[in-house]
């Protein structure tokens, strides 16, 4: 990735003041004013109204989100562009409300990330019943946004069987059985996830049902063997002990000649990578006791003391993307 070196006080400010316009659309998402405005054109004032809000704040709202170009202004009708509305879209396929909103539940955790630097320790290591919807269902706006086509990348083939590891509602396992008919899908995750998994079943065609293990994957048996392991921002929850332990337990899981993917956000500890796959370390250091970004380098020495091999990195999971793909393989 290109790194942008030119720096005057403009960008240093910018830089500073950066999480203004996040919290901006943290509170347009609060308030149901986004999605009010992805269902259709409105006026400050029917805003205002219908929501109970104050209209001289609705109306600086609403000039921000038209200077940052994700409304359009004509008179005093205000309408959100196209290419955004479907995002902010309560209930649509691509809502991405509740990633939102875990963002916004973190923000009074990265206030405190002064305190970890000089602690090392979480400022949140666990999240309250509310941080933990917005967590689940947070993870399913993103990973709808990107399973589609995935499984023909993955090379994924009727009859073979795949565990989508900590794959919390399971839309990628859900995805992967949708889109490769006759492929045996098994997705395990914590109990907590269970209710997101099953209101995820809703509505979906699928050849062969997707099987679901509760359980805890650093004591309990993931089931297998399995032809394909799918681990998806998983290990950097977890320091390098349990990151090698699960991946040596996965790799114990799968047939001869089977495949692991890992997907990530892989850090370059020499500046050259995604720069959100370096700011993701952080929000590990925030929010769990080891966790961390891994880089390549470290993820594939953990493949490889798992005993995999032909360790590739793959490339991002879509075009621009932060996390990336990574495959190893379990000898013949
Ligand atoms: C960041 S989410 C990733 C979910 C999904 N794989 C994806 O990519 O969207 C991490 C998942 O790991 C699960 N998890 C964390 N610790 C676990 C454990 N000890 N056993 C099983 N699942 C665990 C969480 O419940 C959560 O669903």
Redesign the pocket.
């Known amino acids: 990735m290109m790194r942008d070196n030119s720096w005057g006080f403009v960008r240093v400010n910018a830089l500073a003041n950066g999480y203004w316009a996040s919290c901006a659309l943290h509170a347009a998402v609060r308030t149901g004013l986004s999605g009010e405005l992805a269902k259709g054109p409105r006026t400050t004032d029917d805003l205002a109204q219908g929501l109970e809000l104050d209209s001289r704040a609705v109306g600086m709202l609403l000039t921000v989100f038209t200077t940052l170009g994700l409304l359009n202004k004509d008179g005093e009708v205000y309408s959100m562009v196209p290419e955004a509305a479907p995002f902010f879209l309560p209930g649509g396929p691509k809502d991405m409300s509740h990633i939102i909103m875990h963002n916004a539940l973190m923000v009074e955790t990265w206030a405190k990330l002064h305190n970890s630097m000089q602690s090392g320790n979480p400022v949140n290591p666990g999240f309250t019943p509310k941080e933990s919807l917005h967590f689940?269902k947070g993870?399913r706006d993103?990973?709808r946004q990107q399973a589609g086509g995935l499984a023909a990348r993955l090379g994924l083939k009727s009859g073979q069987s795949l565990l989508?590891l900590?794959?919390?509602p399971g839309?990628?396992g859900y995805t992967f059985a949708q889109e490769t008919s006759g492929l045996r899908v098994t997705v395990?995750?914590?109990p907590?996830?269970l209710p997101s998994f099953e209101e995820e079943a809703q509505g979906r065609d699928l050849s062969i049902p997707v099987t679901r293990i509760n359980?805890?994957?650093?004591i309990d048996h993931i089931g297998g063997p399995y032809d394909v392991i799918w681990i998806?921002?998983?290990l950097h929850?977890e320091g390098p002990d349990a990151a090698g332990a699960l991946l040596k337990k996965a790799a114990a899981a799968l047939n001869p000649g089977g495949a692991l993917w890992i997907?990530e956000f892989v850090v370059d500890p020499e500046g050259k990578g995604h720069p959100f796959a370096a700011l993701f370390a952080l929000n590990m250091l925030l929010n769990t006791e080891k966790g961390q970004a891994y880089s390549f380098k470290e993820l594939s020495d953990l493949m490889t003391a798992a005993g995999l091999e032909n360790i590739q990195a793959v490339g991002p999971t879509a075009p621009g993307a932060p996390a990336s793909l990574i495959k190893g393989e379990k000898p013949k």
């Open positions: 689940y993870m993103i990973s989508d900590g794959g919390g839309i990628y395990f995750d914590l907590d996830s359980g805890d994957y650093t998806s921002h998983i929850g997907q």
